[in-house]
Every structure is written in C-alpha cells, then in structure tokens.
C-alpha cells in the first residue's frame, strides 16, 4: 500500500508559479515511479507529467511542456511539480499517482491521492 497527500494548490494569477507536492508513504518510494494528472470540471482526467523511481526519465503532455517540470527527492518521498506560466486552461483537480500498471501517460496507477486544486485566473 501506498499512501499519497497532494498539497500547494491554490489561486493564481494567469503567468504565475505554483509547486505542488506530493508526500508518500507505505512502500520503498525510491522503487516507485510516480505520475501528475488533472482533472476539470466536467473533464476526463488527463496525464499531465511522470518520472521514473530513479528520475532518470520524466514525461510531459504537450499540453504543459516547457512549462512544468517534475522532480522528486527519494530522501523526502516527495515528488514536485513546478507549474510556470500558468494558464487558465490548467485550472483543474491536481492528482498524485504512484506505481503505473499500463504506462506512465495512462490513468492505470495503482494508488491515488485526493486531490489538491489549482486555480488560474484571467
């Protein structure tokens, strides 16, 4: 089992930074890659960012490449992600993920957090 809790959402104005962390616990974090996903109000939940146990290899949705960045520090059992120049397209539910099943870009993790909201005003 694998427990996750998202924090450092909130409001933002459009062109802004946020960070939001992702705090795990349960299992060898450093054994488990982890994944972003975000989910609007009467969207499906869509891939935003992944990275390896090891952090060797990150992923990006077109959507948010070369404005976010992923990072983890295996030390803290904490995985980042650093949101620049916000949009307020990226206004949405922030979810943690760990432990893909079928790929990295794909909604299959095995465990979730509950949620943190991100904000972005125009």
């Known amino acids: 089992q694998v427990q996750l809790v998202e924090s450092g959402g909130g409001l933002v104005q459009a062109g802004g930074s946020l960070r939001v962390s992702c705090a795990a616990s349960?299992?060898?974090?450093?054994?488990?890659?982890m994944g972003w996903f975000r989910q609007a109000p009467g969207k499906e939940r869509e891939f935003v960012a992944a990275?390896?146990?090891?952090?060797?290899?990150?992923y990006y949705a077109d959507s948010v490449k070369g404005r976010f960045i992923i990072s983890r520090d295996n030390a803290k059992n904490t995985v980042y992600l650093q949101m620049n120049s916000l949009k307020p397209e990226d206004t949405a539910v922030y979810y943690c993920?760990?432990?893909?099943?079928?790929?990295?870009?794909?909604?299959?993790?095995?465990?979730w957090g509950q949620g943190t909201q991100v904000t972005v005003s125009s």
């Open positions: 993920a760990a432990d893909p099943r079928r790929g990295m870009t794909k909604p299959s993790y095995a465990y």
């Open positions: 990275i390896s146990d090891s952090a060797t290899y990150t």
């Open positions: 349960g299992r060898t974090f450093s054994n488990i890659a």
